[in-house]
């Protein structure tokens, strides 16, 4: 059974980085297409990038677009969001989601999708 551990969150300044690990047991990551999902106090769970397994395309919200990348490490069955140029509102918990190729085909990502997460780890950005 596939399990999913969340790393690498903490607090970071603005315009810092942080690099993001979902590592999985129990089955091999790169079969699954994989989603990552930030939740902030009071709103609701929203999906900011997505790597597919069928063809390794990658998907980014807006927001993320341009600062965020998403990347495997089938070595070592990870996956990482490397996050830069941080910004307060990217404070949030952020989830990682494994799920089918369908779940990586329509944007904005569903969480109901995906049936794997992570327990998550905090981003806090702040001065």
């Known amino acids: 059974q596939l399990q999913l551990v969340d790393s690498g969150g903490g607090l970071v300044q603005p315009g810092g980085s942080l690099r993001l690990s979902c590592a999985a047991s129990?089955?091999?990551?790169?079969?699954?297409?994989i989603g990552w999902f930030r939740q902030a106090p009071g709103k609701e769970r929203e999906g900011v990038s997505s790597?597919?397994?069928?063809?390794?395309?990658?998907w980014y919200a807006d927001s993320v677009k341009g600062r965020f990348t998403i990347s495997r490490d089938n070595a070592k069955n990870t996956v990482h969001l490397q996050m830069n140029s941080l910004k307060s509102e990217d404070t949030a918990v952020y989830y990682c989601?494994?799920?089918?190729?369908?779940?990586?085909?329509?944007?904005?990502?569903?969480?109901?999708?995906?049936?794997?997460w992570g327990q998550g780890t905090q981003v806090t950005v702040s001065s």
């Open positions: 989601a494994a799920g089918g190729v369908m779940s990586t085909m329509f944007f904005p990502l569903s969480p109901d999708a995906f049936g794997s």
């Open positions: 129990g089955a091999t990551l790169n079969y699954y297409s």
């Open positions: 790597i597919s397994s069928s063809d390794g395309s990658t």
